[in-house]
């Protein structure tokens, strides 16, 4: 280091040096700026900025009277090298004297300062290991005045790094996360207000595209799952009769008694208790307590009657530009319309959820559709009992499984590790995860990858699994032809494929629940706009009521 700054500092003077200045070769006004690395050699984190100034003025100080003003101009590239090669044996002597001896500052008195000073204005080498101390800052910006430089000014302002950590970077210890994340931001909800775009890797956004699945680490701060999960177990317990209202809907809907299905809705609608619909559930042929049914489901908590003082923090996050956005970047498009939301209440000994996939059972006719999936809980490893997600990889873009075997897949879907797995030695085929899941951790999927979740049938009694799920579609999705029929209950068991008659009901019947109260007022095929499903991107689109 030493012999680069000598030779840059001779270079500089051999320029000044020719430059016909009246008051010498070392007089001139010159705009140079010194580089980062002097500064950072000599000087510590801040440094202030002034002009030029005559060198006769920046030196006289350290000048020795006894020299001639025309010897100085001879000898000023020896002289001005002998102090900074002084400045530097001093730095370089003081450290190593600090390691052998831990006495130093008791050599630094008043003294030994003034005769370092002297001997370093004489241009001597180190003043020795016991008078040496680290030059000032003001005086090495001094020097570099005096031979026509500039010193560097380095802001002591750094930019505040974002609460968030990036995506597909290993994450950091999720308490310290959160400390440094609530001291920044006293409102848990801040993060997801915010218009800045989120932090999702090109890798991640490739992964999402080619499998049609992907995992988002460390994507919310852990004090968003925590106002969440404050907010939503109770509203899933004072909700709980109308969860199990609509798993009756569903099965009378599906069921092979005419009157069942044509009467499904009134019969649910009829339910008081939830002992009630256990019974019905029962004489059905089903045992809720036996892991027949694989969870309880409660949709639209964003905007439910009380959600601006129950719900509050999830209909933030649903309507957040921070989701959005992500959305936005995942499916590239410019525009998106928030779905729906869902919490999912997998209680111990509920079964298996089924294969699926999400756009089945939604009233679009698209294939820009994505859903967050935020467990409101960690989630162990899969060998540990985690029952999060399990994806098909790949299979959000399989046409032929429903163009050859209808959307119901028929005996596809009994080998679907078969299918996919595509000759590779691998025992779970093309089926993979992404647990384990810390809190804060976010998967996303799209709406046609195939994916389920195993039993809760390793846990015990009140370990249940909660996980909010967030769905959002490009904006510009239409409406289908076939949804005012599939939306009643009465108009016959659902389609499979096997026609393509734009008047034969199509699809799963699971969300019914959800879109039955606006779906009425829109036109098929036509862009639309409806408070209840509002466009949420871009921000100078966002209606919401």
Known sequence: MKQTILTLLVQQASLMKAASSPLGPLGSSSSCTTSCF??????????????NINIHQATKSIIPPSIHHNQWREDTTGSIFSLYASSISNNVAETNSKRRNSQNKSNKSSGARRKTKNSIAAGGGA??????????????????????????????????????????????????????????????????KQQSPPSISLQTQLDYSRHGHSALRSFLPQTVIQQLHSELLPYAASHAVSAWRQKVEVQLADSSDEYYRENARTIADNLKSIQECQDLLESLGMDPSSGDLPFLQHFNAWRAPDAMTTTPGARELCLSPYLAQSASILLDSSTIRLYQDSLFHKRAGDGWTPWHSDARMAPFDTSKMITFWIPLQEVPTHEDGGTGL????????????????????????????????????????????????????????????????????????????????????????????????????????????TTNDDTTPKGDKEDVWSFRSWVEEVKPRTEFTHPLVPIVWPPGKRVIE
């Not at 002097?38 to 002009?51: A, D, H, I």
């Not at 001094?142 to 302002?157: A, E, F, K, M």
């Not at 590779?424 to 979740?453: F, Q, R, Y």
């Open 38 to 51: 002097l500064s950072n050699t000599f000087g510590g984190k801040n440094t202030r900025s002034s002009q």
């Open 127 to 192: 003043a020795g290991t016991k008078n040496a101390r680290r030059m000032k800052k003001s005086e090495i910006d001094d020097l570099v005045r005096g031979i026509g430089l500039q010193p560097v000014v380095q802001s002591s302002s750094k930019k505040k790094q974002n609460a968030i950590t990036p995506i597909n970077n290993t994450p950091k210890s999720h308490q310290k996360h959160d400390r440094t994340y609530h001291q920044q931001n006293p409102d848990p909800m801040s993060i997801i």
């Open 390 to 497: 399990l994806f098909v990889d790949g299979s959000h873009s399989d046409f032929a499984l429903p163009y050859w075997n209808g959307v119901g897949g028929g005996r596809e879907y009994d080998r679907l590790e078969e299918r996919y797995n595509n000759g590779k030695e691998n025992i779970n085929g093309g089926v993979s995860h992404h647990m384990p899941l810390g809190l804060g951790d976010v998967t996303v999927h799209n709406g046609w990858t195939l994916h389920c979740a195993d039993a809760m049938d390793c846990v015990e009694e009140g370990e249940d699994r909660y996980a909010f799920a967030i769905t959002y579609v490009d904006g510009l999705a239409e409406l289908r032809e076939d949804v005012l029929l599939s939306s009643e209950t009465d108009g016959g068991q659902e389609n499979h494929g």
